[in-house]
């Protein structure tokens, strides 16, 4: 029998994977071929997909991008041996935009069958967790404090500082909560985690609650998720049923449950408290802190709240160690972030590099430059509240610190590419637009900022006291910066400014006028 891989991720989805397994399912039948199709996660190579990967002698050898239509031709001219094809990649994990990455969290995405425990046992998975049953919690916590592993939901806090705090605070109950309520434009390594390997987040988690005397954890997915919620429920399931999940894990006498709860389709419960008022079936507003969730957290409680990315990051280093995580990356930015490329970028995806490469590294060699083959003008990083970044400042480290240093965020590492195309104008009006639509409403400099602002922006485009408006759009994103209670108000400006200092003359204005 000869297996062949074609990926249940959303996006191949989207590009018609599942009219391709229906295709090589007829066709195969016709033609008596011993065919097993193993639904995989995507490798990333999103202008590739959908993806056909046959396992031979040599290795996988892929094919793609592959529509229902090419399958009879590809059957017939020698798909199951690996024959060549105009449609032929070789081994997929030689193509230089595969092979340059550096794939710690990502491993076993695209590689495995994403609900198949054995195969993830296979491909090394719970070692860490394995570690972790016989070791004290405090060495547990020295791990990933040691690794340099930072929040990769955005925040970038010391992931090792959040899971002491919890450790050392007095409660009978402890909480672990994944923030998987991925909302920001661009991104979707959240997504490619939960869709194309389960059972590294389940891992996570589960060695976070041991780590801290925690016994009960949620996943908090965006309701905009469906496919990654059954995927989820399935590996979930899978694992207590093979003890990897309940009472006594594994024998080791310690307990931790897991279940999954949807949002209700608001970005503002990305925020980790409004998270967890939503979690405790309230509205999604903002608390005030402190306390600090990591003290008074859910149902008052101590507990962690972590990114799908970096709770899936911690397998890793309690099987290879803390410092072969730190080892990658550069400064205070350790380890691998997955960078993902979106917008008008000519080779869209997923790559999962250590911190130090460029953002015009990514954009060219990864990304091939535009789809429309024009000039790159402005690229926004971190999201709908992210700086856009002109062509000079291309050549920014990809670190957190780098990126501070001019106003910028790296955030969850999604990337939006424009051409020369776009009016910044329009992107700086969208974002505070934006932030009209989806801030919570709890405080006024979010709330009423935002409204103001998209008036006062109108007002400059429309030439109605150019001057003094753009004075006024300044203090209005200075009070809205230092006022609002959280991110969503508190970064709204970095977008609405970057447009205006980079790209004045959108606004009307001299382009020598470039901060």
């Known amino acids: 029998m000869t297996r062949l891989f074609v990926s249940r991720d959303s996006t191949a989805l989207s590009l018609g994977a599942e009219q391709v397994v229906k295709a090589i399912q007829q066709h195969a039948g016709q033609q008596a071929l011993d065919v097993q199709i193993v639904r995989n996660g995507s490798r990333g190579l999103f202008w590739l997909e959908p993806l056909i990967e046959v396992e031979t002698a040599r290795g996988r050898i892929a094919y793609g991008p592959v529509q229902a239509g090419d399958v009879e031709e590809l059957l017939k001219n020698g798909l199951l041996e690996g024959k060549s094809h105009p449609l032929c990649l070789g081994d997929i994990e030689q193509l230089p935009y595969f092979k340059n990455q550096n794939r710690l969290t990502f491993a076993r995405v695209g590689l495995t069958d994403p609900v198949d425990l054995d195969d993830y046992l296979a491909h090394d998975g719970y070692r860490g967790l394995k570690n972790a049953v016989n070791m004290a919690q405090a060495d547990i916590v020295k791990q990933v404090t040691d690794s340099g592993l930072r929040g990769r939901g955005g925040a970038a806090f010391p992931t090792g500082i959040k899971w002491n705090t919890v450790l050392n605070a007095p409660a009978e109950q402890k909480y672990i909560v994944c923030n998987a309520d991925e909302g920001d434009s661009g991104t979707f390594s959240d997504r490619m985690i939960m869709e194309g390997d389960p059972f590294v987040l389940i891992e996570g988690m589960t060695i976070a609650g041991l780590a801290v005397g925690a016994t009960q954890g949620y996943i908090y997915l965006r309701i905009e998720y469906p496919h990654a919620k059954i995927t989820l429920n399935q590996a979930i399931a899978a694992a207590y049923q093979n003890g990897y999940l309940g009472e006594n894990i594994q024998g080791s006498g310690k307990t931790f449950h897991l279940e999954v709860r949807s949002g209700a389709g608001a970005y503002i419960c990305g925020e980790e408290t409004s998270l967890l008022e939503s979690l405790e079936g309230k509205r999604g507003l903002v608390r005030f802190k402190p306390p600090l969730p990591a003290i008074v957290g859910l149902f008052g409680k101590p507990t962690i709240v972590n990114n799908v990315i970096s709770l899936a990051s911690i397998p890793v280093i309690l099987d290879k160690g803390g410092e072969y995580y730190r080892d990658y990356g550069m400064g205070r930015s350790r380890g691998t972030l997955p960078l993902q490329l979106a917008g008008n970028i000519k080779h869209p995806g ?100 935002s409204t103001r602002g998209v008036e006062v922006i109108d007002r400059i485009v429309n030439d109605v006291q150019k001057d003094k408006n753009t004075e006024l759009l300044r203090d209005l994103c200075d009070t809205m910066v230092c006022g609002s209670l959280c991110a969503m108000g508190g970064m709204t400006p970095y977008p609405v400014l970057s447009a205006l200092n980079h790209f004045p003359e959108d606004f009307g204005q001299p382009k020598s006028a470039r901060a």
């Open 350 to 449: 997923l790559f999962e590099v250590a911190f130090g490469m460029t953002l015009r590294e990514l954009l060219y060699d990864y990304g091939g430059g535009s789809a429309s083959g024009r000039p790159i003008r402005a690229v926004q990083v971190g999201g709908p509240l992210g700086a856009y970044l002109h062509e000079g400042q291309f050549d920014t480290p990809l670190d957190y610190e780098a990126f501070a240093a001019i106003s910028a965020v790296l955030g969850h590492g999604g990337i939006v590419v424009h051409d020369d195309n776009v009016n910044m104008a329009d992107m700086a009006r969208y974002a505070m637009e934006f932030c009209v639509e989806e801030s919570c409403g709890k405080c006024t400099p979010c709330r009423i900022g």
